[in-house]
């Protein structure tokens, strides 16, 4: 098992409550399933994720080396 | 090719003198400025967040691919982050180049490609209600 920080952000925080907690996990468990198991009901539709400050997809294993992984609404920047 | 991201939590300053060689034949400069209405809503300003490790990440890649495509002499990049009241400037670009046609363009998709990929986001200040 590995302990990875979830962070979320603008919107998704909104949704979720918190902005960020610490999730125990196995390596091959996808941020889809842990994010299922954490916040039951949450919609990723239109978030996207990134695991240590990389895009990644939803169904791709987190892997033995993740330490961060963020919820992504759209952006909005400038 | 000289590149800088920069995110400040206040007012946007914009550094006085061009750092490039005596090869740059042009410099764009972008403002964006917070407006008074999102939506039909008027607002008393913007706030903005970023995840900040991925954004200097995501930065970093883009303003690498688009110089690929572009080439340019030197980019700066300054976001701010907080509150920014109607006015004042969230983000300024500068990009040095040879010739006008890449400052343009490096400038424009940049700036396209910061609102696709780059996490940070703006949420609606709403004004305050006086008391009574």
């Given amino acids: 098992m590995i302990s990875v920080k979830f962070l979320a952000f603008a919107q998704a925080a909104d949704r979720l409550g918190w902005r960020d907690t610490l999730v125990e996990c196995a390596p ?6 842990i994010l299922a198991r954490i916040a039951p009901g949450f919609d990723p539709a239109n978030v996207r994720v990134a695991v240590n400050c990389e895009y990644s997809a939803w169904d791709d294993a987190v892997g033995p080396l993740a330490q961060e992984v ?3 609404p759209p952006v909005s920047g400038g | 090719m000289e590149s800088e991201v920069i995110f400040v939590t206040g ?9 490039a060689s005596r090869e740059v034949g042009a410099v764009v400069e972008f403002s964006g ?16 967040e970023a995840y900040e490790p991925m954004a200097r990440r995501e930065f970093d890649r883009i303003i690498a691919e688009l ?6 002499q030197a980019v700066l990049v300054i976001h701010r982050l907080g509150a920014v009241p109607v006015g004042e400037a969230s983000l ?12 343009l363009a490096f400038c424009g998709a940049l700036i396209d490609r910061m609102k696709e990929d780059v996490p940070i986001w703006k949420s609606p200040l709403g004004h305050a209600t006086p008391p009574n």
């Fill in chain 2, 11 to 19: 007012p946007i300053t914009a550094p006085e003198k061009c750092r």
């Fill in chain 2, 33 to 48: 400025i917070v407006r008074e209405s999102e939506g039909a809503e008027k607002i008393a300003g913007l706030s903005y």
């Fill in chain 1, 70 to 72: 963020a919820l992504l």
């Fill in chain 1, 28 to 33: 091959d468990e996808t941020p889809r399933t």
């Fill in chain 2, 67 to 72: 110089s690929a495509r572009h080439p340019i």
């Fill in chain 2, 92 to 103: 300024l670009v500068r990009v040095e180049a040879k010739h006008r046609g890449q400052a």
